[in-house]
């Protein structure tokens, strides 16, 4: 059967970037550039409003990154694939990214061959990683199907969405505009602020700001 095309949304903030990868892409008839995004918040809603097939996704952007938008488009669009293209290669980004639902991650330094040989495999339903940062993942020392959801901080157990909260409480958003951002209700958002005030044995809303801050949990 031959391979369909690939309905893609690149979602960077540099928008010299996403032009070049424009005109890398275009040459390839099995991938389509169908919209783009700057950042995470507008590829979850761009991803609402039109039908496309995967995301080809920053780590870092502004208002959402790349992490937390993942998490949001695979809770809410299970069937789009994401790919991850970014300069961050260590361990702690990447397991968290493939830990958001993440399908793929591509170093941007890997060469357009290996982001189309990345998008392709995707396109089969397989996971991808670059060559220079497979090895994290072989000889039992972690794996891209499995693994708990949470980030290990001193004592307690912090999931990758609570620190996605974390980092909105600490730029002062409300529980109703954590709820906006993320797409989750104002309750959820609410139960979010809770856990982290009771995980972090802070006692307000301030003190778990101070400690996030002062312990670069953000």
């Given at each position: 059967?031959?391979?369909?095309?690939?309905?893609?949304?690149?979602?960077?903030?540099?928008?010299?970037?996403?032009?070049?990868?424009q005109?890398?892409?275009?040459?390839?008839?099995?991938?389509?550039?169908?919209?783009?995004?700057?950042?995470?918040?507008?590829?979850?809603?761009?991803?609402?409003?039109?039908?496309?097939?995967?995301?080809?996704?920053?780590?870092?952007?502004?208002?959402?990154?790349?992490?937390?938008?993942?998490?949001?488009?695979?809770?809410?669009?299970?069937?789009?694939?994401?790919?991850?293209?970014?300069?961050?290669?260590?361990?702690?980004?990447?397991?968290?990214?493939?830990?958001?639902?993440?399908?793929?991650?591509?170093?941007?330094?890997?060469?357009?061959?290996?982001?189309?040989?990345?998008?392709?495999?995707?396109?089969?339903?397989?996971?991808?990683?670059?060559?220079?940062?497979?090895?994290?993942f072989?000889?039992?020392?972690?794996?891209?199907?499995?693994?708990k959801?949470?980030?290990?901080?001193?004592?307690?157990?912090?999931?990758?969405?609570?620190?996605?909260?974390l980092?909105?409480?600490?730029?002062?958003?409300?529980?109703?505009?954590?709820?906006?951002?993320?797409?989750?209700?104002?309750?959820?958002?609410?139960?979010?602020?809770?856990?982290?005030?009771?995980?972090?044995?802070?006692?307000?809303?301030?003190?778990?700001?101070?400690?996030?801050?002062?312990?670069?949990?953000?």
């Amino acid at each position: 059967m031959p391979e369909q095309k690939l309905k893609l949304l690149v979602a960077d903030d540099h928008r010299l970037f996403i032009e070049g990868l424009q005109y890398v892409l275009k040459q390839d008839l099995h991938i389509e550039v169908a919209g783009f995004a700057v950042n995470g918040k507008e590829a979850i809603e761009k991803c609402n409003s039109k039908n496309f097939d995967a995301v080809l996704m920053d780590v870092h952007m502004p208002v959402i990154d790349g992490i937390q938008a993942t998490i949001a488009i695979k809770q809410l669009y299970p069937n789009i694939k994401v790919i991850m293209l970014s300069t961050a290669n260590d361990l702690t980004t990447i397991t968290n990214a493939l830990k958001a639902g993440a399908n793929a991650y591509v170093l941007k330094d890997a060469g357009s061959a290996e982001l189309i040989k990345a998008l392709h495999a995707v396109n089969r339903d397989e996971t991808y990683l670059s060559a220079s940062i497979a090895h994290f993942f072989s000889k039992g020392t972690g794996n891209t199907k499995t693994g708990k959801d949470y980030i290990h901080f001193s004592e307690s157990l912090i999931t990758i969405r609570e620190q996605g909260v974390l980092r909105l409480i600490a730029e002062g958003y409300t529980n109703q505009q954590i709820a906006d951002t993320l797409f989750i209700s104002v309750k959820t958002a609410d139960t979010h602020r809770k856990n982290l005030i009771a995980k972090l044995k802070v006692t307000n809303t301030a003190s778990l700001v101070k400690f996030a801050v002062e312990n670069k949990l953000i």
